[in-house]
């Protein structure tokens, strides 16, 4: 038995732990709020938080790798917290700028959507951490830096200097406008297609660490959904660039969602005794991280919250609560696969059934949607940390409850942001050069519906065939739906590693690229967020 395996639950779990982590959790939701309606994105904060966490408590002394893992699990819960608000919410105000929101309906839709995702992920982790052992990229690199930072070696120069490099490419790009962000293919964009490189360390890494062969699914999907359906579509079938973007996202989507019914049939279900046995069974924890007994009471009170004082329809609420539970597997199965969370995606696919069943208002739509997301966002989240705790030999106890704290803080600080800016600016705000939100902007343009429902349908059950034949190409959908220049980068990363894996392969078999790697992702995830939180000040300076 390790070291960290034998270390107790108090050594874990401290006082002064949790204090830095709750200061630390304050900060970076504010900070994340203003950057994803800035900036329409929201770099991982995991990076970050590690490096504080680490930082603060080596001061302090006497600290463990795992004490610096509960710590920065509760640090950076409430940072997709505020994404899945940011990403969705101010869509109400887009399509009516002087539209009124209690704050209580938005606390209502953002701390229920935290306690449902704290609840689906509890239950989820055994799953995708040990049984289906998902990469977790950023997960994983996460335990390295705390790892090397801990203990040093001959490693520590490889991951500080593959920090430093992405580090400051970051701040030349992002900050000072040195380097170029986006190098784009032109003739691509002639037909709607984002063709090019986004020149980024992160993601980059992220295709090393994935490897090849997922890579390749994922780039198989871009060339279908690009170079197939928007440049073939428009320059060989006449379609136009409305209708071809429509079949393309929607067969993402589909795509996408088909995976996640597929997982849930396939992998889920067959375990629910062992996966959900700890909400029903007296002192039986089964694969959950605590005892669950109190889970259906609570998501009795959250759905009587959501129908009685939201007013939202019943069939509504339960489409919602279904689909959360459906949501937070396809976001651990993305995460874990990509370490990319398209957690608005999750929102506005829910958002699309609800409405069709129910005839929901703008308002009430824009509720599930953000409910949904939040939920998902946070799993991203949770399940990167867990990766990073699975590594590091951390207590998950230790670490869901911390990641209870951080979230539960966060959503309420998100709210209170949020609220804050609608006073400060009104509605009319979002949707302009200051706050662009584009996901949100997303979210509203999508109230009608999905854009091209038969596509999507035939997107969803060809994913569950293919899924129960084989799943090596769950990514697909991914490479579909998401702009090309995301799928072209990472796809340089997985190459990168298949020549690595040809000509160097002791340095791809030992530890070495992952560090390299990882201290890619972790220098321009510290610099980002860290630019982040100046452009927050400043906004509240400006204020």
Not at 286 to 311: D, H, K, Q
Request: proline share 3%; with cysteine.
């Amino acid at each position: 038995m390790s070291e960290n395996q034998t270390r107790s639950f108090k050594e874990q779990f401290t006082v002064r732990g949790i204090i830095i982590g709750v200061v630390g959790a304050i900060i970076l939701t504010c900070s994340s709020m203003f950057v994803a309606l800035k900036a329409s994105s929201l770099p991982w904060p995991i990076m970050f938080v590690v490096l504080v966490s680490l930082s603060g408590l080596k001061l302090l002394g006497h600290t463990n790798p795992n004490e610096i893992n509960v710590t920065h699990t509760v640090m950076s819960a409430g940072s997709m917290v505020a994404g899945g608000l940011a990403f969705t919410i101010p869509g109400i105000f887009i399509l009516n700028n002087t539209a009124e929101v209690s704050i209580v309906h938005m606390m209502i839709v953002t701390v229920g959507g935290t306690i449902l995702g704290l609840i689906f992920t509890s239950l989820l982790r055994h799953h995708f951490i040990e049984t289906a052992e998902m990469p977790y990229a950023m997960g994983q690199a996460a335990a390295e830096v705390v790892t090397v930072g801990d203990e040093g070696g001959k490693q520590t120069g490889a991951l500080i200097g593959s920090f430093g490099l992405a580090g400051i490419w970051t701040w030349l790009r992002d900050w000072a406008a040195k380097v170029p962000a986006l190098s784009q293919f032109h003739k691509m964009w002639d037909y709607g297609s984002m063709g090019g490189i986004w020149w980024s360390p992160m993601l980059i890494a992220v295709g090393y660490l994935i490897g090849p062969i997922t890579i390749g699914v994922w780039f198989l999907g871009a060339i279908i959904g690009d170079f197939g359906i928007l440049i073939g579509g428009q320059s060989l079938l006449g379609w136009d660039q409305a209708f071809a973007s429509g079949i393309k996202s929607s067969l993402g989507l589909g795509w996408m969602v088909g995976v996640g019914l597929a997982i849930t049939a396939k992998e889920i279900i067959p375990h629910a005794k062992e996966i959900f046995g700890s909400m029903f069974s007296k002192g039986q924890i089964g694969t959950s991280i605590v005892e669950m007994r109190w889970a259906p009471p609570v998501i009795l009170v959250i759905a009587l919250l959501f129908i009685f004082v939201l007013n939202l329809p019943v069939l509504a609420v339960i489409i919602t609560l279904l689909g959360v539970w459906l949501t937070t597997a396809m976001s651990s199965q993305c995460v874990g696969q990509s370490a990319i969370n398209p957690m608005e995606v999750f929102g506005i696919f829910v958002m699309a059934i609800a409405k069709l069943a129910c005839s929901l208002d703008v308002q009430k739509a824009v509720f599930v949607a953000a409910i949904v997301a939040i939920a998902a966002g946070l799993t991203g989240d949770v399940m990167n940390d867990f990766k990073a705790g699975h590594v590091l030999h951390t207590d998950p106890k230790a670490q869901w409850i911390g990641e209870c704290i951080g979230g539960v803080i966060g959503a309420v600080v998100a709210v209170l942001v949020m609220v804050i800016l609608v006073k400060a600016y009104t509605g009319a705000v979002f949707g302009t050069e200051m706050f662009p939100a584009a996901q949100a902007a997303a979210v509203a343009s999508v109230v009608g519906g999905i854009a091209n429902v038969p596509v999507f349908i035939g997107g969803l059950v060809a994913a569950i065939v293919i899924y129960f034949i084989t799943p090596r190409f769950t990514m697909l959908g991914l490479g579909i739906y998401l702009p090309f220049y995301l799928s072209f980068t990472a796809f340089i990363g997985g190459a990168i590693r298949f020549i690595v894996q040809k000509v160097a392969p002791e340095f791809d078999k030992g530890t070495m690229g992952s560090v390299v790697a990882s201290g890619l992702l972790g220098g321009e995830g510290f610099v980002g967020v860290l630019i982040a939180l100046i452009q927050a000040i400043q906004i509240i300076n400006a204020m």
